[in-house]
């Protein structure tokens, strides 16, 4: 770059557009730096779980209405629809949901009513209807048939309330109750 005479106004010339450069980077820098910022703030993730029927998804970290009904669904069936033969498996997979100060408790009344409907030849099938959401409870109330062997025992309808938090994106359940 030889725009001037002397070498000393060409290098003093070169300077300043290596300045101009420099500044507009640093500009170009700060303000890509203010959009990822953003972005982060309404970042969406979706996460495909294999026992979900539907997606989950996180906005501003608060999990969608529909992820909610989905685990709440989930759980609602582990709970109330069981078998002799599956109960405790399926006690099992509904034990992982609960957080870790409701787990003793639970744990112990779910393999009291395991061993029950073990001993008893108890099943039990929830139909579930409606699902409110208030906060961080849910009332899900449905229709619930028990059976013991082939003979039937009762068909009642049944709400049960589900009491949650979220903690890391992680669904755990504080309480599970039926009214």
């Known amino acids: 770059m030889?725009?001037?005479?002397?070498?000393s106004a060409n290098?003093?010339?070169?300077?300043?557009?290596?300045?101009?450069?420099?500044i507009v980077l640093t500009i170009g820098f700060l303000f890509n730096s203010l959009m990822v910022n953003m972005a982060l703030k309404y970042q969406k993730i979706v996460l495909i779980p294999p026992h979900m029927t539907g997606t989950v998804e996180f906005v501003q970290g608060k999990p969608t209405e529909s992820y909610i009904n989905d685990v709440c669904r989930r759980v609602v069936m582990l709970a109330a629809n069981y078998s002799p033969a599956t109960a405790r498996k399926q006690f099992d997979e509904l034990l992982v949901y609960y957080a870790p100060e409701s787990y003793p408790d639970a744990s112990k009344s779910f393999y009291s009513l395991?061993?029950?409907?073990?001993?008893?030849?108890?099943?039990?099938?929830?139909?579930?209807?409606?699902?409110?959401?208030?906060?961080?409870?849910?009332?899900i109330f449905g229709?619930?048939?028990?059976?013991?062997?082939?003979?039937?025992?009762?068909?009642?309808?049944?709400?049960?309330?589900?009491?949650?938090?979220?903690?890391?994106?992680?669904?755990?359940?504080?309480?599970?109750?039926?009214?």
């Open 143 to 179: 229709n619930i048939k028990q059976f013991t062997g082939n003979t039937f025992i009762e068909n009642r309808s049944a709400t049960y309330t589900l009491e949650y938090r979220i903690i890391n994106g992680k669904f755990e359940i504080m309480s599970l109750i039926e009214k």
């Open 2 to 7: 030889n725009v001037f005479v002397s070498k």
């Open 11 to 22: 290098l003093f010339a070169q300077n300043r557009l290596l300045k101009f450069i420099i």
């Open 114 to 139: 395991a061993g029950r409907v073990e001993d008893a030849q108890v099943s039990s099938v929830f139909f579930p209807e409606t699902f409110k959401i208030k906060d961080n409870k849910i009332e």
